[in-house]
T-cell receptor, first 114, second 115 residues
Framework: ETGVTQSPTHLIKTRGQQVTLRCSSQ?????VSWYQQALGQGPQFIFQ???????GRGNFPPRFSGLQFPNYSSELNVNALELDDSALYLC?????????????FGAGTRLSVL | SQKIEQNSEALNIQEGKTATLTCNYT??????LQWYRQDPGRGPVFLLL?????KEKRKERLKVTFDTTLKQSLFHITASQPADSATYLC??????????????FGSGTQLTVLP
């Protein structure tokens, strides 16, 4: 078990709504990354936060945004939800930004958009 | 364009046999490659990392090879057990916009070890 915790575990929203997902990183880790995983696919990188700043972003629109707090916990916010946003959202922490980037994942939040 | 491909079908093997999973990539020159295990309803768990200058890495019953000429990594589980049944993901470092390095994952291979 990693020390990464995510909440909530499941969430149901309707199209057009906004959602906030939360993540507590493993002790000693200062970098948090967020991933979207569709059924039958591998995790797809959304963005990474290091020292409370976004320092890398994948191919996701601006309605996906995030925050990192001084204790290195993080939030993922998604505005104007679309049906295709239904997926497992994974948070991962790592010791630092860069290096060999070993990711320690939480169990994820399953988001369903109706 | 850059691409990572894993065994496209699910892999079923008999307990005690060696499972071999494949990860092929194109248009990358990764400094390392990682393998993760994912169980249903859980996040991926890191298993092994192999660097570009390493041909082979072992950890208990796991063995990973990395051929940068073929652009391929093989992941072996020897003396497989039903508890090894899971989805296995390979991941490579790629450039993200910004200063971070991101990990790009393959779609995974679902392994079932039959008793």
């Amino acid at each position: 078990e990693t020390g990464v915790t995510q909440s909530p575990t499941h969430l149901i929203k309707t199209r057009g709504q906004q959602v906030t997902l939360r993540c507590s990183s493993q002790s000693g880790h200062n970098t948090v990354s967020w991933y979207q995983q569709a059924l039958g696919q591998g995790p797809q990188f959304i963005f990474q936060y290091y020292r409370e700043e976004e320092n890398g972003r994948g191919n996701f629109p601006p309605r996906f945004s995030g925050l990192q707090f001084p204790n290195y916990s993080s939030e993922l916010n998604v505005n104007a939800l679309e049906l295709d946003d239904s997926a497992l959202y994974l948070c991962a922490s790592s010791r630092t930004s860069g290096g060999e980037n070993i990711q320690y994942f939480g169990a994820g939040t399953r988001l369903s958009v109706l | 364009s850059q691409k990572i491909e894993q065994n496209s079908e699910a892999l079923n093997i008999q307990e005690g046999k060696t499972a071999t999973l494949t990860c092929n990539y194109t248009n990358y020159s990764p400094a390392y490659l990682q393998w993760y295990r994912q169980d249903p309803g859980r996040g991926p768990v890191f298993l092994l990392l192999i660097r570009e200058n390493e041909k082979e890495k072992r950890k208990e019953r796991l063995k990973v090879t990395f051929d940068t000429t073929l652009k391929q990594s093989l992941f072996h589980i020897t003396a497989s057990q039903p508890a090894d049944s899971a989805t296995y993901l390979c991941a490579l470092p790629t450039e993200a916009s910004g200063s971070a390095r991101q990990l790009t994952f393959g779609s995974g291979t679902q392994l079932t070890v039959l008793p």
